[in-house]
């Protein structure tokens, strides 16, 4: 019989807790779900020597949840810049250090970025445990190209910098990835559309929890769903369409387009809309605003003609 001894590595802990002595483990923790978590990452977090979080009041509910007993240390934004010269001598002198975030993988919109580099250049062992990820979550079932991807996180809540990196992403024809919070959701889709048009997009709210929400559509017509809720719960993450070569429409040929559109049997305004916004990547609004305004002018002429059949 051919002894696997990768498979007997992974799934005997022991070698693991072995070798954890002088390690740093980036360990992806639920983004939700508590169950949403390896047993690999289970395991490291109580063979580790500390563990840093971003927050350890959070991480807390998740070790207690595993029955999980050891020492934390916080590692967040605000003293990520001092903790990380005191967590990589820990690290020289042998200990093992496990980086967790609140939710999801490790540096991805959270800290960890600095502690992870120095750890690289002082020769340390840095190790990833993978896991839950909200970027790829999202992306995995948004039905967007899914074969290159540009993950950009938080924007910048400054209004400059914020302009000048959605300026950036004009002409990207790449996925885009986006996180943003439920208070300021709206803005970032308003501002999507203003800078990069109108494009097929998914707004992922709560996954796996209990609510968990997904809005496809435009960006404006996610923006018409939330504009009706009093109130957005939940870390949102939007995953936008690349850019694509569309043709350009003019306002007389928008008027064409409708006219044409309006002689087809059956089709209602919105579903002509709709179509429209979609080939050509329009505003909703305005669309929509001209087409009331052909199909008004449409139906005067129509009686004019019927009025002078009468004459006739």
Same mark, same amino acid.
């Not at 980086?99 to 502690?115: E, K, M, Q």
């Not at 305004?293 to 129509?302: C, D, I, N, P, T």
């Given at each position: 019989?051919?002894?696997?001894?990768?498979?007997?590595?992974?799934?005997?802990?022991?070698?693991?807790?072995?070798?954890?002595?002088?390690?740093?483990? @980036?360990?992806?923790?639920?983004?939700?779900?508590?169950?949403?978590?390896?047993?690999?990452?289970? #395991?490291?977090?109580?063979?580790?020597? +500390?563990?840093?979080?971003?927050?350890?009041?959070?991480?807390?509910?998740?070790?207690?949840?595993?029955?999980?007993?050891?020492?934390?240390?916080?590692?967040?934004?605000?003293? !990520?810049?001092?903790?990380?010269?005191?967590?990589?001598?820990?690290?020289?002198?042998?200990?093992?250090?496990?980086?967790?975030?609140?939710?999801?993988?490790?540096?991805?919109?959270?800290?960890?970025?600095?502690?992870?580099?120095?750890?690289?250049?002082?020769?340390?062992?840095?190790?990833?445990?993978?896991?839950?990820?909200?970027?790829?979550?999202?992306?995995?079932?948004?039905?967007?190209?899914?074969?290159?991807?540009?993950?950009?996180?938080?924007?910048?809540?400054?209004?400059?910098?914020? #302009?000048?990196?959605?300026?950036? +992403?004009?002409?990207?024809?790449?996925?885009?990835?986006?996180? =943003?919070?439920?208070?300021?959701?709206?803005?970032?889709?308003?501002?999507?559309?203003?800078?990069?048009?109108?494009?097929?997009? @998914?707004?992922?709210? =709560?996954?796996?929890?209990?609510?968990?929400?997904?809005?496809?559509?435009?960006?404006?017509?996610?923006?018409?769903?939330?504009?009706?809720?009093?109130?957005?719960?939940? !870390?949102?993450?939007? @995953?936008?369409?690349?850019?694509?070569?569309?043709?350009?429409?003019?306002?007389?040929? +928008?008027? #064409?387009?409708?006219?044409?559109?309006?002689? #087809?049997?059956?089709?209602?305004?919105?579903?002509?809309?709709?179509?429209?916004?979609?080939?050509?990547?329009?505003?909703?609004?305005?669309?929509?605003?001209?087409?009331?305004?052909?199909?008004?002018?449409?139906?005067?002429?129509?009686?004019?003609?019927?009025?002078?059949?009468?004459?006739?």
């Amino acid at each position: 019989m051919i002894k696997n001894d990768g498979m007997n590595e992974i799934n005997d802990h022991t070698t693991l807790s072995a070798s954890v002595n002088g390690t740093l483990y @980036v360990v992806a923790t639920p983004i939700g779900n508590m169950a949403d978590i390896t047993f690999r990452a289970i #395991q490291t977090l109580k063979d580790v020597t +500390l563990i840093a979080a971003e927050d350890t009041r959070h991480t807390k509910r998740l070790l207690t949840h595993y029955t999980i007993h050891n020492s934390m240390t916080s590692l967040h934004e605000h003293n !990520e810049n001092q903790r990380t010269g005191e967590l990589i001598k820990r690290l020289k002198k042998g200990d093992s250090i496990a980086l967790v975030s609140d939710a999801g993988t490790p540096t991805l919109s959270d800290p960890g970025y600095r502690l992870i580099r120095e750890a690289i250049g002082s020769g340390i062992h840095v190790v990833p445990i993978p896991g839950a990820s909200a970027a790829l979550s999202s992306l995995c079932v948004s039905g967007l190209p899914t074969d290159a991807y540009v993950f950009m996180g938080f924007l910048p809540r400054k209004e400059g910098k914020r #302009q000048k990196i959605l300026k950036s +992403l004009a002409h990207e024809s790449k996925t885009i990835i986006f996180y =943003e919070s439920p208070r300021r959701v709206k803005r970032l889709i308003d501002d999507l559309i203003k800078t990069l048009g109108n494009r097929q997009s @998914v707004l992922s709210r =709560e996954m796996t929890k209990l609510h968990e929400e997904f809005i496809r559509g435009t960006l404006s017509e996610i923006l018409d769903v939330l504009a009706d809720r009093r109130e957005i719960k939940g !870390e949102c993450t939007l @995953v936008v369409h690349g850019g694509v070569e569309q043709e350009t429409l003019g306002v007389d040929a +928008l008027r #064409q387009e409708l006219i044409q559109g309006l002689h #087809q049997d059956g089709i209602r305004l919105s579903d002509l809309v709709k179509n429209i916004v979609k080939h050509y990547g329009l505003p909703k609004k305005q669309v929509y605003a001209e087409a009331l305004k052909v199909k008004s002018l449409y139906a005067s002429v129509e009686r004019d003609d019927v009025a002078s059949e009468k004459k006739e």
